[in-house]
């Protein structure tokens, strides 16, 4: 961090690293961008594919990003450059404004990473890193696994040589059945070969090296850059037999050269129907990033700043738009990579640029014969790896609530596409969200015999005092559930004649909302008006603070007591 920047300025984290960078460091930095950049460099072309975009497009936004980011990130091993999801994202969301292939559907791409960069940066500056808590782990987890799906669907026209369409899994698979007569044959023996070849190698390649005399981990990272194989040898074999002549399709001429400068269109109407899609692909692509940043920290005893985090992202995005490029975000499959290779600060980052800037200026040509089935099987390998089903299992068995919020994502996202699956899942996530804690559990305490603790009168032996109702309400209360709380004591009062006191234990109780104090306040009154009184018992500080901002404990017909055992001695005592 830089400490004597404003607070409303971004750190520089670099001034940090950079201080103490040594020859060591350089070596492990550079060994592990070698083995980033050759994994980079297919998945670059595979991503552009995805996305709807030249192959080129792919190395652009792995170039520009990755040299911000070095700058800006709070991350030592994040690989910033295009990943599935928000390069399926970015698909839908251009697709709804021109061809794919077009130049107008590139100049849209770099508006939305643009978009996308504002919105991050924006966040960044206002330190917004906390919206990313309102998407739930399972929300997150549905929504990948239908990305997943939607994304390896999406490729099975290109692995059968067909043409097809369609914005949803049914439309795709419907499509790709009806040209079923029109299956190239070769084009298909070179994607199963490819899609053989790369499931081989995530699960077989290692052990056979290992067999081999390498060591564990140079094996792993050996295996790690598996897709490289398969794009040589499926361009050597398509060059070889000039697959291109008998119908395969091929990527063809890519351009040579350093990235280009551009620029986004400035359309006040084309920014309008972008706002949401960027929206969402800015805090998706943050999410995904921060929970790999945190989960490889976490591993060296580092943290990051998800605010800074923010900032860096936005501007790894508006880097990619001025460059050529479409949305980024940090990847998990390199950042892992990255990091078991031994990185050990962002200049790893800035070495892979370089790596991927000499693959755009001297590798391209050689790019020419390679079948875009390949790509395509580079994509589901990589995809499929994201798919969990087993979340589904896992949630169903532990909360109802939160398998239905999968459920709803998964479902939406495969059946309206990303954008409305995403947004589906977390409206879903906060109106369950509402209607829990709409239902507080609010347990009737008593006294553990010989002790000072108290629990739920139905799970435990315990004692209790005819006069004294005393309920512990296990949520903070607000609007939504300050309802029940008022029925709960009504009913009890109805039902116990001999009853003098009620003590509400707020030993659970994190906050009380102006709805809430209302509540309190009516209850307190009805107390009073039937000869009852209404207790409190271990307020938490700040919930006390904001009770005494108020005329409610002036009112108060009973008292506020630090501790339950206090009150229950005390009114015990009253009423012997």
Same mark, same amino acid.
């Given at each position: 961090?830089?400490?004597?920047?404003?607070?409303?300025?971004?750190?520089?984290?670099? @001034?940090?690293?950079?201080?103490?960078?040594?020859?060591?460091? $350089?070596?492990?930095?550079?060994?592990?961008?070698?083995?980033?950049?050759?994994?980079?460099?297919?998945?670059?072309?595979?991503?552009?594919?995805?996305?709807?975009?030249?192959?080129?497009?792919?190395?652009?936004?792995?170039?520009?990003?990755?040299?911000?980011? /070095?700058?800006?990130?709070?991350?030592?091993?994040?690989?910033?450059?295009? #990943?599935?999801?928000?390069? %399926?994202?970015?698909?839908?969301?251009?697709?709804?404004?021109? &061809?794919?292939?077009?130049?107008?559907?590139?100049?849209?791409?770099?508006?939305?990473?643009?978009?996308?960069?504002?919105?991050?940066?924006?966040?960044?500056?206002?330190? @917004?890193?906390?919206? /990313?808590?309102?998407?739930?782990?399972?929300?997150?987890?549905?929504?990948?696994?239908?990305?997943?799906?939607?994304?390896?669907?999406?490729?099975?026209?290109? !692995? !059968?040589?067909?043409? &097809?369409?369609?914005?949803? !899994?049914?439309?795709?698979?419907?499509?790709?059945?009806?040209?079923?007569?029109?299956? =190239?044959?070769?084009?298909?023996?070179?994607?199963?070969?490819? $899609?053989?070849?790369?499931?081989?190698?995530?699960?077989?390649?290692?052990?056979?090296?290992?067999?081999?005399?390498?060591?564990?981990?140079?094996?792993?990272?050996?295996?790690?850059?598996?897709?490289?194989?398969?794009?040589?040898?499926?361009? #050597?074999?398509?060059?070889?037999?000039?697959?291109?002549?008998?119908?395969?399709?091929?990527?063809?001429?890519?351009?040579?050269?350093?990235?280009?400068?551009?620029?986004?269109?400035?359309?006040?109407?084309?920014?309008?129907?972008?706002?949401?899609?960027?929206?969402?692909?800015?805090?998706?692509?943050?999410?995904?990033?921060?929970?790999?940043?945190?989960?490889?920290?976490?591993?060296?005893?580092?943290?990051?700043?998800?605010?800074?985090?923010?900032?860096?992202?936005?501007?790894?995005?508006?880097? &990619?738009?001025?460059?050529?490029?479409?949305?980024?975000?940090?990847?998990? /499959?390199?950042? #892992?990579?990255?990091?078991?290779?031994?990185?050990?600060?962002?200049?790893?980052? #800035?070495?892979?640029?370089?790596?991927?800037?000499?693959?755009?200026?001297?590798?391209?040509?050689?790019?020419?014969?390679?079948?875009?089935?390949?790509?395509?099987?580079?994509?589901?390998?990589?995809?499929?790896?994201?798919?969990?089903?087993?979340?589904?299992?896992?949630?169903?068995?532990?909360?109802?609530?939160?398998?239905?919020?999968?459920?709803?994502?998964?479902?939406?996202?495969?059946?309206?596409?990303?954008?409305?699956? %995403?947004?589906?899942?977390?409206? $879903?996530?906060? %109106?369950?969200? !509402?209607?829990?804690?709409?239902?507080? =559990?609010?347990? +009737?305490?008593?006294?553990?015999?010989?002790? +000072?603790?108290?629990?739920?009168?139905?799970? =435990?032996?315990?004692?209790?005092?005819?006069?004294?109702?005393?309920?512990?309400?296990?949520?903070?209360?607000?609007?939504?559930?300050?309802?029940?709380?008022?029925?709960?004591?009504?009913?009890?009062?109805? +039902?116990?004649?001999?009853?003098?006191?009620?003590?509400?234990?707020?030993?659970?109780?994190?906050?009380?909302?102006?709805?809430?104090?209302?509540?309190?306040?009516?209850?307190?009154?009805?107390?009073?008006?039937?000869?009852?009184?209404? =207790?409190?018992? +271990?307020?938490?500080?700040?919930?006390?603070?904001? %009770?005494?901002?108020?005329?409610?404990?002036?009112?108060?017909?009973?008292?506020?007591?630090?501790?339950?055992?206090?009150?229950?001695?005390?009114?015990? &005592?009253?009423?012997?």
């Amino acid at each position: 961090m830089n400490p004597r920047a404003p607070r409303w300025l971004p750190a520089l984290p670099a @001034l940090v690293w950079a201080r103490d960078y040594r020859r060591d460091t $350089l070596l492990r930095d550079a060994l592990a961008a070698v083995i980033v950049t050759l994994m980079l460099i297919p998945q670059s072309l595979a991503y552009a594919q995805l996305a709807g975009l030249p192959p080129e497009v792919g190395l652009y936004a792995s170039v520009a990003p990755l040299l911000v980011y /070095a700058l800006l990130g709070s991350s030592r091993v994040l690989a910033v450059g295009p #990943v599935a999801v928000v390069s %399926l994202m970015t698909a839908a969301a251009v697709g709804e404004h021109a &061809a794919a292939g077009s130049a107008a559907y590139l100049a849209v791409a770099i508006t939305l990473a643009f978009l996308s960069g504002l919105i991050l940066l924006a966040m960044g500056l206002l330190r @917004l890193g906390f919206i /990313a808590h309102f998407l739930s782990h399972p929300v997150i987890s549905g929504f990948i696994t239908a990305s997943g799906l939607l994304i390896a669907a999406s490729q099975l026209k290109t !692995l !059968l040589g067909v043409s &097809a369409g369609g914005h949803n !899994l049914v439309e795709m698979l419907a499509a790709v059945w009806a040209q079923r007569g029109h299956i =190239h044959g070769l084009t298909l023996a070179i994607g199963a070969s490819s $899609l053989a070849f790369l499931f081989w190698v995530r699960r077989g390649l290692q052990p056979l090296l290992q067999r081999l005399g390498l060591s564990p981990r140079a094996a792993e990272l050996a295996a790690k850059a598996g897709p490289v194989a398969a794009i040589v040898g499926a361009t #050597v074999f398509a060059w070889a037999i000039d697959a291109g002549a008998h119908g395969v399709k091929l990527v063809g001429a890519v351009p040579q050269g350093l990235p280009p400068l551009t620029q986004p269109l400035w359309d006040v109407a084309l920014w309008q129907s972008l706002l949401v899609p960027a929206l969402l692909i800015s805090v998706v692509g943050f999410v995904e990033s921060v929970s790999v940043g945190q989960t490889l920290a976490a591993k060296r005893r580092q943290r990051i700043e998800p605010d800074q985090e923010l900032v860096a992202l936005g501007g790894s995005n508006l880097a &990619a738009a001025f460059s050529g490029g479409f949305p980024v975000t940090g990847g998990f /499959a390199r950042s #892992v990579v990255n990091f078991d290779a031994g990185a050990q600060t962002p200049a790893a980052g #800035v070495f892979t640029a370089v790596g991927i800037l000499f693959a755009s200026l001297l590798l391209t040509p050689a790019l020419f014969h390679l079948p875009q089935a390949t790509l395509a099987a580079t994509i589901v390998v990589a995809v499929l790896s994201l798919v969990d089903f087993g979340m589904l299992r896992r949630t169903w068995v532990y909360a109802k609530a939160d398998f239905t919020a999968v459920l709803a994502t998964l479902v939406v996202t495969l059946a309206a596409g990303v954008e409305s699956g %995403l947004v589906a899942g977390v409206g $879903l996530s906060l %109106l369950l969200h !509402l209607w829990r804690t709409s239902q507080p =559990h609010i347990a +009737e305490v008593g006294q553990v015999p010989g002790t +000072e603790h108290y629990r739920n009168v139905q799970r =435990h032996t315990v004692i209790t005092q005819p006069a004294v109702l005393a309920l512990r309400m296990d949520e903070s209360l607000y609007f939504a559930n300050a309802r029940a709380l008022e029925d709960r004591i009504n009913a009890a009062v109805a +039902e116990r004649p001999a009853l003098r006191h009620v003590v509400l234990q707020c030993s659970a109780i994190n906050d009380i909302d102006a709805s809430a104090l209302d509540s309190l306040e009516a209850i307190n009154q009805r107390l009073r008006d039937a000869g009852l009184q209404l =207790h409190l018992s +271990e307020v938490k500080g700040p919930v006390m603070d904001k %009770l005494q901002r108020s005329d409610f404990l002036r009112h108060l017909s009973g008292r506020v007591w630090l501790t339950h055992h206090q009150a229950a001695c005390a009114l015990a &005592a009253a009423e012997g």
